[in-house]
């Protein structure tokens, strides 16, 4: 089993739509967790956090489900410059350690 | 404040040459994690350095090499090249236990021939 795990799509969804991306890891250690966006031949550029509790930042939500080993991403009301690759980022332990990244999902936000 | 920046942005090696690869962090960041992104995938881990000191290091051959500076820049080595080799190189800085997310540079694209 890969240790993050994600539908790699694509998405296509019209503007307005909301769209959800799930992801799984697979070691129950995990720290901490995250959601990067990239674009097109761009760096991967933090969005957000992901808590127990949940967060919440303008249109994005993250949930995290540790018991199930599962991360969420909602967008509403997508915009076309939502288009990107999302990619869910576990690290893995305490300390001074790496990131381990998932594929990536790729959204297109259709006019 | 600048950002992470690396150098060169972009390369072209013919195979069985060396590179090396450089970035400096955000200021005040201390630890350097070396990532290899190949197209279509997530980023892969090569190494991590934390106050000068190899901290991690990824599933990669010893042709990978990697360094810190005492002002916490760094250089990745990459000595006789292969034609899988040909891929984005990021850099990222963070604070001490990146519990915070990790800051990427631009990358530097390197492409053997």
């Known amino acids: 089993r890969k240790e993050v795990e994600q539908d790699p799509g694509p998405f296509n969804v019209p503007e307005g739509a909301t769209v959800a991306f799930n992801c799984t890891y697979s070691?129950?250690?995990?720290?901490?967790f995250f959601w990067y966006r990239q674009d097109c031949r761009k760096e991967p550029k933090l969005l957000m956090s992901?808590?127990?509790s949940g967060n919440e930042d303008g249109r994005f939500t993250a949930q995290l489900n540790r018991a199930s080993q599962y991360i969420s991403l909602l967008i509403r009301d997508s915009k076309l410059s939502d288009s990107a690759t999302y990619l869910c980022?576990?690290?893995?332990?305490?300390?001074?350690?790496?990131?381990?990244f998932g594929k990536g999902t790729r959204l297109s936000v259709i006019a | 404040d600048a950002g992470v920046t690396q150098s060169p942005t972009h390369l072209i090696k013919t195979r069985g040459q060396q590179v090396t690869l450089r970035c400096s962090p955000i200021?005040?960041?201390?630890?350097v994690s070396w990532y290899q992104q190949v197209l279509g995938q997530g980023p892969q881990f090569i190494f991590q350095?934390?106050?000068?000191?190899?901290?991690g290091r990824g599933n990669f051959p010893d042709r990978f090499s990697a360094r810190q500076f005492p002002n916490y820049s760094s250089e990745l080595n990459v000595n006789a090249l292969l034609l899988g080799d040909s891929a984005l190189y990021l850099c990222?800085?963070?604070?001490?236990?990146?519990?915070?997310?990790?800051?990427f540079g631009s990358g530097t694209r390197l492409t053997v021939v």
């Open positions: 990222a800085s963070s604070q001490s236990t990146g519990d915070y997310g990790y800051t």
């Open positions: 070691n129950s250690a995990s720290q901490s």
């Open positions: 992901v808590y127990s």
């Open positions: 980022v576990v690290n893995m332990r305490s300390g001074n350690t790496p990131l381990v």
């Open positions: 200021s005040g960041h201390k630890s």
């Open positions: 350095y934390y106050e000068k000191e190899e901290r």
